[in-house]
């Protein structure tokens, strides 16, 4: 017999990781990249299985996409890092990005944006434990050094 315990959906540690993505997208520059997965999962060529990943990327005033997927989420190569025009706060599935499976959000919210995360891993895939994950920052590279006054 299984202990109830062992079943639970550890709310506390979903809610923890949550908090812990709020702060680790806090005050991020312009093309900081997020990404969260399976902490074993090794990608292969000839990979077919699903594996579920989540990739946030910070554009300008403080707007983050969030893209949400069950293959492995390539960096895109954005061409315009404006946040002007984007639609906030409504969840997109438009196939505009071809290994984005499951949608995309642009938000100013980053309550709404951890919630998001932790909800596709626990909610969806079964992930017993926010242990069972792992995650990336990428800076931006800066093309000059900063010049003195």
């Known amino acids: 017999m299984v202990d109830e315990s062992?079943?639970?959906?550890n709310v506390d540690q979903w809610s923890d990781m949550a908090a812990w993505i709020v702060e680790s997208l806090a005050d991020k520059p312009v093309g900081f990249l997020f990404e969260m997965g399976p902490g074993d999962y090794v990608y292969t060529d000839d990979?077919?299985?699903?594996?579920?990943?989540?990739?946030?990327?910070?554009?300008?005033?403080?707007?983050m996409m969030l893209?949400?997927?069950?293959?492995?989420?390539?960096?895109?190569?954005?061409?315009d890092y404006s946040s002007v025009k984007l639609p906030l706060d409504k969840w997109l599935f438009n196939d505009h990005f071809e290994d984005c499976t499951d949608g995309y959000l642009f938000s100013r919210d980053l309550q709404l944006v951890a919630d998001?995360?932790?909800?596709?891993?626990?909610?969806?895939?079964?992930?017993?434990?926010?242990?069972?994950?792992?995650?990336?920052?990428s800076y931006p590279d800066e093309l000059l050094p900063p010049m003195g006054d």
């Open 6 to 9: 062992e079943q639970s959906s």
């Open 47 to 63: 990979d077919e299985d699903d594996v579920v990943c989540v990739q946030v990327q910070m554009l300008s005033d403080g707007v």
């Open 67 to 79: 893209r949400r997927s069950r293959s492995v989420l390539g960096r895109l190569l954005i061409a």
């Open 116 to 137: 998001t995360c932790v909800t596709w891993f626990r909610e969806n895939w079964g992930v017993r434990s926010p242990d069972d994950l792992g995650c990336e920052y």
